[in-house]
């Protein structure tokens, strides 16, 4: 893990919105990526995902992944190992979708998610960071 000076620049950086990718592995070990949404609270990556996707499928196959965020002032990687977690989609998603989309859209866009295919939330505490 960063230093201590270092990890509070690294948490601003993420608490800010930042369009992430998320590299989970295929049964026969090959890598695929996808774009998240994520909120970085209490060091660990917070992202809603639908449980028909088929990261969703790889991550409760084999959990380990990384997260990629790459912009202009900063990339920050992070690897560990995805906690599917269906019971927390509740409270967790409102602030996934908060710090991504204008105030005026949350409450519809949460509507459009609950409509949807069923939800979990994956949690990642980074091993390495």
């Known amino acids: 893990m960063p230093s201590t000076s270092r990890r509070a620049g690294v948490d601003r950086f993420l608490e800010r919105p930042r369009d992430a990718t998320c590299t989970s592995v295929r049964a026969g070990g090959q890598p ?3 774009p998240i949404w994520s909120v970085w609270k209490g060091g660990m990556f917070i ?26 002032d900063g990339v920050v990687d992070a690897t560990g190992r995805a906690v599917l977690r269906a019971a927390w989609i509740r409270i967790k998603t409102r602030p996934v979708v908060e710090k991504q989309v204008e105030e005026e859209r949350v409450d519809g866009y949460l509507q459009a998610l609950r409509a949807g295919p069923p939800r979990s939330m994956d949690l990642l505490r980074p091993d390495r960071l």
Do not use: F
């Not at 992202?47 to 202009?72: F, M, N």
């Open 32 to 34: 695929v990526l996808a």
């Open 47 to 72: 992202v809603s995902t639908s449980t028909i996707t088929r990261r969703w499928a790889h991550l409760k196959q084999d959990g380990r992944c990384l997260v990629l965020i790459d912009r202009e």
